[in-house]
């Protein structure tokens, strides 16, 4: 079976530009969960949607992070005006309410982001 | 103060050894605890659900002090592939999760 999926697998972009983060849940998957990582403040979740609605997104610093979910499928974390606090690692994870093992969240293997 | 928190390590043992180490959470409305791992530039993984009477896994043991409001993981008879990074995660009414930094672990030859 396929795992959750995220595309770039890296990015590095200029201060200023526009960043897309793009994630595939596990098929079947009705949580889909954005976290950021840092050495500095380890693993944050930014914003989590439920069949495709954003349930929580006190997580998201602030007005220039915004995330989409149009289908049970695809997912996206956009970033604009990015800048070089923003450098982290991305990750997507998703779980079933269903799902056997206590609401195990699956990761995707991350987007390295770097703002220069 | 932060929800999670544990010790950052690192934790240096040799092939064989015993190693364990604790983390402390502050809302004591928590509902479910887990150890996830994750080994250096990969995503985390689940390790183990933590039950409130305890619960072993091969070589790994976990427990929970609701009064105390910590978690412990203990590793047995380590190995390599046990090097990595342990994250000690809390979920409380939904589907949030909340990790802590991790806890890094090196097992040596």
């Known amino acids: 079976d396929a795992g959750v999926i995220q595309s770039p697998r890296h990015e590095v972009t200029e201060m200023g530009q526009e960043v897309t983060l793009r994630c595939k849940p596990i098929?079947?998957?009705?949580?889909l969960f954005w976290y950021r990582q840092t050495m500095m403040r380890g693993l944050e979740l930014l914003i989590y949607?439920?069949?495709?609605?954003?349930?929580?997104d006190s997580g998201m610093p602030e007005d220039r992070f915004s995330a989409k979910m149009p289908n049970a499928s695809f997912s996206t974390l956009k970033i604009q005006p990015s800048e070089p606090r923003d450098s982290a690692v991305y990750f997507c994870?998703?779980?079933?309410?269903?799902?056997?093992?206590?609401?195990?969240?699956?990761f995707g293997p991350g987007t390295r982001l770097t703002v220069l | 103060r932060k929800e999670v928190e544990q010790d950052p390590g690192p934790f240096n043992v040799p092939e064989g050894a015993t190693v364990a180490f604790n983390c402390t959470y502050s809302?004591?409305?928590?509902?479910?605890f887990f150890w996830y791992r994750q080994d250096c530039r990969k995503e985390p993984k689940l390790l183990m659900s933590?039950?409130?009477s305890g619960n072993e896994d091969g070589r790994f043991t976990a427990q929970l002090n609701r009064a105390s409001q910590y978690i412990s993981l203990l590793i047995r008879d380590s190995k390599l592939s046990d090097s990595a990074t342990y994250l000690c995660?809390?979920?409380?009414?939904?589907?949030?999760?909340?990790f802590g930094a991790g806890t890094t672990v090196t097992v040596r030859a």
């Open positions: 949607f439920n069949n495709n609605v954003p349930i929580d």
């Open positions: 994870a998703s779980t079933s309410i269903g799902y056997r093992s206590y609401n195990e969240q699956f």
């Open positions: 809302n004591s409305a928590s509902q479910s």
């Open positions: 933590v039950y409130s």
């Open positions: 098929s079947g998957h009705d949580y």
């Open positions: 995660v809390v979920k409380f009414n939904d589907y949030k999760l909340s």
